[in-house]
């Protein structure tokens, strides 16, 4: 939504992993540095951690752009928890690889079996584990013994672990990870951005998509964003995403210190609340591509469109009951001055209206408020998967 208001060309805080959008932070330059000499040895491992949205998976969306499949073939696992004889399975389906039966030793097998096929072809091949912080000692296990392939005295496979600081910490003190440290050749933690870098990174995903100064940005408004964050790169998305629906809802131009504690403080109750609302829309089941019809979209994308229309209803009910209770309210004021009062009489009357006015206008200016909540979550929903655009 906030894209067409803003003649942007995309969404530029979109939380997947996208090597477009990819900012060289002080510490993504070292990092960058580390796997250009890992990659360099051909074998070992190379370890990059850092805390939950540090930029892991983007830095590795980055990497594969500039590597030469030709020359290195990569497989990529996203790990749960996994056992020893779990993970070569996984390694194996990551290769493309078809195991026949469903035993370890058949799956080594074939695993050897393509990584000589590769290194004969002149290929080497690189293993990218995400997430390895859900990896038990066994699993950890496995992935050493499968580096340990070779061809002659070629090795066949390299690999790149990535996990939160958990797994830094696990690697480094866990005694029966000794053998599996000692491969590791190159590592690096994703620091979070420092305060001039938010800056710099914020301005540099907009330009990725045509920005120019629209909205425009407060004084001292990615300074605060910077305090907010903590300058961890996913929560910078997630506010700026949010910052700039409120700007587009509320059609403004500039986006203000107030609107970002406004955005802040919503997120801060959603999570107080356990994300419920927004949980619920994340749970429905998504529409058919296939559906045509715009009436019938929201319900059959999921989106529960006789609540979503019964809030509509009653936030129309309320504002026109307000708004006609104002009215009155300001009539009656205006009587009160043709009456036969005393002044003290008519002031009193006249103080006793405005107050009730300003109440009933603090009440009008709630409900907006919470409409625009509601709004705000469901496009964001609507948002977060493009097959869901139909509705």
């Known amino acids: 939504m906030y894209e067409q208001f803003y003649g942007l060309t995309g969404r530029a805080f979109q939380l997947t992993p996208d090597p477009q959008f990819y900012f060289e932070s002080v510490s993504h330059k070292k990092a960058m540095s580390y796997l250009g000499y890992g990659l360099?040895?051909?074998?070992?491992?190379?370890?990059?951690?850092?805390?939950?949205?540090?930029?892991?998976?983007?830095?590795v969306a980055h990497l594969m752009e500039r590597i030469d499949p030709a020359a290195l073939t990569v497989a990529q696992v996203v790990t749960s928890a996994l056992g020893g004889e779990e993970?070569?399975?996984?390694?194996?389906?990551?290769?493309?690889?078809?195991?026949?039966?469903?035993?370890?030793?058949?799956?080594l097998g074939a695993i050897e079996?393509?990584?000589?096929?590769?290194?004969?072809?002149?290929?080497?091949?690189?293993?990218?584990?995400?997430?390895?912080?859900?990896?038990?000692?066994?699993?950890?296990?496995?992935?050493?013994?499968?580096?340990?392939?070779?061809?002659?005295?070629?090795?066949?496979?390299?690999?790149?672990?990535?996990?939160?600081?958990?797994?830094?910490?696990?690697?480094?003190?866990?005694?029966?990870?000794?053998?599996?440290?000692?491969?590791?050749?190159?590592?690096?933690?994703?620091?979070?951005?420092?305060?001039?870098?938010?800056?710099?990174?914020?301005?540099?995903?907009?330009?990725?998509?045509?920005?120019?100064?629209?909205?425009?940005l407060a004084e001292?408004?990615?300074?605060?964003?910077?305090?907010?964050t903590d300058g961890i790169p996913r929560r910078v998305n997630q506010v700026m995403n949010r910052l700039l629906l409120l700007g587009a809802i509320e059609e403004r131009s500039e986006l203000t210190h107030e609107?970002?504690?406004?955005?802040?403080?919503?997120?801060?109750?959603?999570?107080?609340?356990?994300?419920?609302?927004?949980?619920?829309?994340r749970s429905a089941p998504v529409a058919s591509e296939s559906s045509e019809n715009d009436e019938d979209a929201p319900a059959a994308a999921g989106v529960p469109a006789a609540e979503v229309?019964?809030?509509?209803?009653?936030?129309?009910?309320?504002?026109a009951e307000l708004e006609a209770a104002i009215g009155e309210l300001q009539a009656a004021g205006r009587g009160?001055?043709?009456?036969?009062?005393?002044?003290?009489?008519?002031?009193?009357?006249?103080?006793?209206?405005?107050?009730?006015?300003?109440?009933l206008e603090a009440r009008l200016e709630e409900q907006e408020q919470s409409f625009?909540?509601?709004l705000t979550m469901l496009i964001e929903w609507l948002e977060e998967d493009p097959s869901r655009e139909a509705a």
């Open 220 to 228: 001292g408004l990615l300074d605060a964003l910077f305090r907010h």
């Open 259 to 281: 609107m970002l504690d406004e955005v802040v403080a919503e997120m801060a109750e959603d999570q107080l609340r356990g994300g419920s609302t927004h949980a619920d829309l």
């Open 40 to 59: 360099a040895q051909g074998e070992g491992f190379i370890v990059i951690t850092g805390e939950v949205g540090a930029g892991k998976s983007t830095l």
């Open 309 to 319: 229309a019964a809030l509509l209803a009653s936030r129309d009910a309320r504002t």
């Open 113 to 216: 079996r393509f990584l000589q096929d590769e290194a004969r072809a002149g290929r080497r091949c690189l293993l990218v584990v995400d997430e390895c912080q859900n990896l038990d000692l066994a699993a950890l296990e496995e992935l050493r013994m499968l580096s340990n392939f070779q061809l002659g005295s070629h090795p066949l496979l390299q690999g790149l672990l990535l996990g939160q600081p958990e797994f830094r910490r696990t690697l480094a003190h866990h005694p029966e990870l000794e053998q599996l440290r000692q491969r590791v050749i190159a590592s690096h933690h994703l620091e979070a951005l420092g305060e001039d870098e938010v800056a710099d990174y914020v301005r540099h995903r907009l330009a990725c998509v045509g920005w120019s100064d629209h909205p425009a």
């Open 372 to 374: 625009r909540h509601v």
């Open 336 to 359: 009160t001055r043709d009456e036969a009062l005393s002044p003290e009489e008519a002031r009193l009357a006249e103080a006793r209206l405005a107050a009730e006015i300003e109440r």
């Open 87 to 107: 993970i070569v399975h996984v390694v194996a389906q990551a290769f493309g690889l078809s195991v026949e039966g469903h035993d370890k030793a058949s799956a």
